[in-house]
């Protein structure tokens, strides 16, 4: 089963739409150099899982590794276990999500196998010596980077951005060979997972929305960014916010937008009381439009807006708000 692999994380049965960006670009790759894609799933009790959307996205193979002892996510477990399957198969290049489980087992599985890894990637090309050269934007995608493996570094381990690339058309009579693996133990646990506390929101998930409203400094308190959460459920979009109000307690860490929070690439935008520093735009850089709200005219978010409002937000929000609600309403 060499070739192109994509860690595709199931949650709730289903697969986010980052997946299936991988899958594209997994498809694109083996295309390259004639090899086939593979959709690995880890996990306990994973028979409801939607595996046929793999296939329909692109997979020739869906390997499964359904075990007790990956119930909970843990870095230990997870990593020994796909390092086993790494061993045993030898992939080309293994594919994950940016996020916090990409960033947390590829970095691991790099140094185990004395390989590259490369994060954020936004595009992937061919190269006539590596095979594979995987773009991605540092400081705060100022510049572009063209990062190439040495041909005797395999696995290529990669994390992709979210909304990055387009996911294929999804094919339902294309068919794939869902695989059963068995790893025989999973190394030394050193650790386990007591309890998981999740906090539950109604609004689309932060790097799958296609509409962003995030709040910052500006908003002034958590009274201010009810604003925000108000303007974001007329829209039906996901709510940002920069690290000075989540540090405030304005709201919560996982809506963190930037260096040290998310990072997202929505088709709208829109920042309100944000001032846009390179550290809050390292998350937004990837944005098809984006929309300022601030009452500084020299703010730094109006060098890479679309559109600016320089206003008050506590004026501007609860017009945008009223405006697009009666533009719903008829």
Same mark, same amino acid.
């Given at each position: 089963?060499?070739?192109?692999?994509?860690?595709?994380?199931?949650?709730?049965?289903?697969?986010?739409?980052?997946?299936?960006?991988?899958?594209?670009?997994?498809?694109?790759?083996?295309?390259?150099?004639?090899?086939?894609?593979?959709?690995?799933?880890?996990?306990?009790?994973?028979?409801?899982?939607?595996?046929?959307?793999?296939?329909?996205?692109?997979?020739?193979?869906?390997?499964?590794?359904?075990?007790?002892?990956?119930?909970?996510?843990?870095?230990?477990?997870?990593?020994?276990?796909?390092?086993?399957?790494?061993?045993?198969?030898?992939?080309?290049?293994?594919?994950?999500?940016?996020? #916090?489980?990409?960033?947390?087992?590829?970095?691991?599985?790099?140094?185990?196998?004395?390989?590259?890894?490369?994060?954020?990637?936004?595009?992937?090309?061919?190269?006539?010596?590596?095979?594979?050269?995987?773009?991605?934007?540092?400081?705060?995608?100022?510049?572009?980077?063209?990062?190439?493996?040495?041909?005797?570094?395999?696995?290529?381990?990669?994390?992709?951005?979210?909304?990055?690339?387009?996911?294929?058309?999804?094919?339902?009579?294309?068919?794939?060979?869902?695989?059963?693996?068995?790893?025989?133990? $999973?190394?030394?646990?050193?650790? +386990?997972?007591?309890?998981?506390?999740?906090?539950?929101?109604?609004?689309?998930?932060?790097?799958?929305?296609?509409?962003?409203?995030?709040? &910052?400094?500006?908003?002034?308190?958590?009274? &201010?960014?009810?604003?925000?959460?108000?303007?974001?459920?007329?829209?039906?979009?996901?709510?940002?916010?920069?690290?000075?109000?989540?540090?405030?307690?304005?709201?919560?860490?996982? $809506?963190?937008?930037?260096?040290?929070?998310? +990072?997202?690439?929505?088709?709208?935008?829109?920042?309100?009381?944000?001032?846009?520093?390179?550290?809050?735009?390292?998350?937004?850089?990837?944005?098809?439009?984006?929309?300022?709200?601030?009452?500084?005219?020299? #703010?730094?978010?109006?060098?890479?807006?679309?559109?600016?409002?320089?206003?008050?937000? $506590?004026?501007?929000?609860?017009?945008?708000?009223?405006?697009?609600?009666?533009?719903?309403?008829?």
């Amino acid at each position: 089963m060499a070739g192109i692999w994509v860690y595709a994380e199931p949650k709730d049965g289903s697969f986010p739409r980052v997946t299936f960006e991988m899958m594209a670009a997994a498809r694109s790759m083996a295309a390259e150099g004639d090899g086939s894609v593979t959709a690995v799933v880890l996990g306990s009790g994973l028979a409801d899982a939607s595996l046929d959307r793999l296939a329909h996205a692109g997979a020739d193979v869906v390997a499964v590794l359904d075990d007790a002892a990956l119930a909970t996510y843990t870095t230990d477990a997870y990593a020994s276990a796909l390092q086993a399957l790494v061993e045993q198969q030898r992939p080309d290049a293994v594919l994950f999500a940016e996020g #916090a489980t990409g960033l947390d087992l590829a970095p691991v599985l790099a140094q185990r196998f004395n390989t590259g890894f490369v994060a954020d990637v936004v595009a992937i090309g061919h190269d006539e010596e590596a095979g594979f050269a995987f773009t991605r934007e540092p400081y705060s995608g100022k510049v572009q980077a063209d990062i190439v493996f040495a041909a005797d570094a395999r696995p290529m381990l990669a994390t992709v951005r979210p909304k990055a690339f387009e996911p294929l058309e999804a094919d339902e009579q294309r068919t794939a060979s869902v695989v059963m693996q068995q790893v025989n133990g $999973f190394g030394d646990m050193r650790q +386990t997972v007591a309890d998981v506390v999740r906090r539950a929101s109604g609004r689309v998930e932060l790097t799958e929305a296609d509409t962003v409203v995030s709040g &910052g400094r500006g908003t002034k308190g958590a009274e &201010g960014f009810s604003l925000i959460e108000e303007l974001a459920d007329v829209l039906g979009a996901a709510v940002g916010a920069s690290r000075p109000a989540v540090d405030e307690g304005w709201t919560d860490i996982q $809506f963190q937008v930037g260096q040290t929070g998310k +990072t997202i690439a929505p088709s709208l935008y829109i920042a309100c009381g944000i001032s846009g520093s390179i550290q809050h735009m390292a998350g937004a850089a990837g944005s098809k439009c984006i929309v300022a709200v601030n009452r500084d005219p020299e #703010a730094d978010i109006f060098k890479v807006a679309d559109y600016g409002i320089v206003a008050d937000l $506590f004026e501007a929000v609860p017009l945008l708000t009223e405006a697009f609600r009666a533009s719903k309403a008829s």
